[in-house]
């Protein structure tokens, strides 16, 4: 290797590891991947089969770390979706002085105006609420999408408009699993206490009264810590029972990141004591049942979005898609013209 190439190494190594130390990876591959693949297979059977299959759920699992491996993509790239993976909550349940956890504005554009008014602004204080509930609505969407696709198969007027209908139903399935793939990795980082605080890695320079580390303990315990000591099947034992989100979406997110967020002083006084620092009971109880609150909770809302496609709409002009299930109206036109 040249003088120069050597150079060039050094350099890229560099700036590799100092990414590195700065970013947060919620949970890594392996909680992540629990996360779907759990999710996945706890789905009751009133929702569509195809959502239900171990291949399903392995495509699932397979892309919920896909947010992580997208990072270094470039500075323009990062600078915009990185802050979609956390959001600061301080120890007044503010985000950086500014809203509240539990009454959060229903736009990104609102909740930005409300923190710049405190001397913050979306991208400082990280905006994960919304990047739960945009992959809620936008499940919601590709489902309304496929129960329009099922209903036109049978209903079609025509023997090509069902043989259209039948096709865009396949693509949609397609389409579901990715959407709901990449989207499971902004709920999972929701059950990571440290994505839901000011204390994100080490206690910070705040008041410390019971002396907690400064040290960067956000990825080791995510990654290494996780994937030494956590099985899937310690997360499966540990997941609630389902809960229905029979409320608003952002109401439903700002309670799941609120039991998150109880969770950051449990942590530092466990990593304090040295649960984290080699195998304990306490340690793999603890990682275990957050990794299960994500898990948990995607299932939760999958079947919350599968409720809200039936009071969406399709196409432009948009027609119903209980309308289109009833056979009063067929959007054929309006979806391929």
């Known amino acids: 290797m040249s003088v120069r190439a050597r150079l060039l190494f050094t350099v890229s190594l560099a700036a590799a590891l100092a990414f590195a130390s700065t970013a947060a990876f919620g949970w890594g591959p392996d909680g992540h991947r629990m996360i779907g693949e759990l999710a996945i297979k706890g789905l009751s059977p009133d929702l569509p089969a195809f959502l239900r299959t171990p291949a399903a759920a392995k495509e699932v699992g397979y892309l919920a770390p896909e947010a992580d491996r997208e990072r270094g993509a470039g500075e ?47 991208y400082k204080a990280g905006y994960l609420p919304y990047s739960i509930v945009d992959g809620f609505q936008m499940l919601a969407k590709d489902l309304a999408y496929w129960r329009v696709d099922v209903a036109g198969e049978k209903l079609g007027k025509t023997k090509g408009e069902r043989a259209w209908y039948a096709h865009d139903r396949v693509e949609r399935e397609k389409i579901v699993l990715h959407d709901l793939g990449i989207w499971a990795h902004f709920v999972g980082d929701g059950s990571m206490p440290l994505h839901a605080s000011v204390h994100y890695n080490g206690w910070g320079e705040f008041p410390n009264p019971e002396g907690f580390t400064q040290e960067h303990v956000h990825v080791p315990f995510e990654n290494e810590y996780v994937h030494n000591n956590v099985t899937e099947t ?53 990682a275990a049942k957050q990794i299960a609150l994500g898990a948990a909770e995607l299932r939760d809302l999958i079947a919350a979005a599968w409720r809200e496609s039936d009071k969406q709409s399709v196409g432009y002009p948009p027609v119903k898609v209980s309308d289109v299930e009833a056979g009063k109206a067929d959007p054929y036109a309006e979806l391929t013209y």
């Open 234 to 286: 310690a997360v499966a034992a540990a997941m609630p029972a389902p809960q229905d989100c029979s409320t608003a979406i952002m109401l439903c997110t700002e309670a799941y990141l609120a039991v998150t967020q109880a969770k950051v002083v449990p942590f530092y006084q466990l990593e304090k004591t040295g649960a984290f620092a080699k195998p304990t009971p306490e340690g793999e109880e603890f």
């Open 76 to 122: 323009t790239f990062d600078s915009e979706h990185s802050p979609a993976h956390f959001v600061d909550v301080s120890d007044d349940l503010t985000i950086l002085g500014g809203p509240k956890l539990d009454a959060l504005p229903p736009t990104r554009a609102q909740y930005d105006t409300a923190l710049r008014a405190v001397g913050s602004d979306q």
